[in-house]
């Protein structure tokens, strides 16, 4: 299949890079200063031209861009898919300026692995093309509202830049006890990996009551996260995200 790929941006990489392994992609940007890595990726500052040689559009723009977007495009994809990954921008202001089939989904640039956490959500019911597509980016959930997919924004879109920076701080902590950058980069990554990997079949609690012996070191590190208020810094965090989205409703 043949997808219009409009916005070519950090996110619109990720998703090129992941699609590009079994679709062909018409990727637009508005500089033509990047060169496709992949042979089945086409890069043009032409949405109108992408959007009429493609048999599904994807939007991976700025809030602030898709306005003017929509009317370039408006005449060439009527009946066409297009799936949204455009933050806070709902299916009814889309669907003011296209006659389309339009779908709300968002995920993060994990999605260039496949390994994604992708939700997505559509007033047309089921649609075995967007589930082929989206399946292909990661894990998909399919979202009760759009609220949830705002919401998204900051549990799939923004967290991994949370997490990234608590890797960060797994690395300084290395540092500074004496391993070099690079083994203290492998054991916070590997860290991560696993437990993410043991906490598909075990609580939390569970886990942790595995791990922190009576009077030991794991015990002791867990009381001074706790006299930092470190769980409340990340929720917190969490929640100052999600109240910037709704500031903008």
Excluded: Q, W
């Excluded at 609690?205 to 990340?234: C, D, F, Q």
């Amino acid at each position: 299949m043949k997808i219009a790929l409009i916005g070519y941006g950090n996110l619109g990489k990720a998703i090129a890079k992941c699609l590009s392994r079994k679709h062909e992609i018409i990727a637009t940007k508005r500089n033509l200063d990047v060169k496709a890595k992949s042979k089945r990726i086409e890069i043009t500052n032409n949405n109108a031209y992408a959007v009429k040689n493609a048999e599904c559009v994807i939007i991976a723009v700025k809030p602030k861009d898709i306005s003017p977007v929509l009317d370039e495009i408006k005449d060439y994809v009527e009946n066409k898919l297009v799936i949204s990954f455009v933050a806070f921008v709902s299916l009814k202001e889309i669907k003011s300026k296209i006659n389309a089939r339009v779908v709300r989904a968002m995920g993060n640039i994990g999605i260039e692995l496949g390994k994604s956490f992708v939700a997505y959500y559509t007033e047309n019911g089921e649609d075995e093309k967007v589930l082929s597509l989206l399946s292909l980016m990661g894990k998909v959930y399919k979202a009760e509202n759009e609220r949830e997919i705002d919401l998204m924004t900051v549990f799939s879109g923004s967290a991994p830049a949370f997490v990234a920076r608590l890797i960060d701080a797994f690395v300084l902590a290395g540092l500074k006890h004496g391993l070099n950058a690079e083994l203290s980069k492998e054991l916070a990554l590997s860290i991560f990996n696993t437990t993410a990997e043991l906490l598909k079949c075990e609580t939390t609690e569970s886990l942790i009551k595995r791990i922190a012996t009576p009077g030991g070191t794991t015990i002791e590190g867990l009381m001074e996260m706790e006299k930092h208020r470190v769980v409340h810094g990340i929720a917190s965090s969490i929640g100052k995200a999600v109240e910037k989205i709704f500031k903008k409703e």
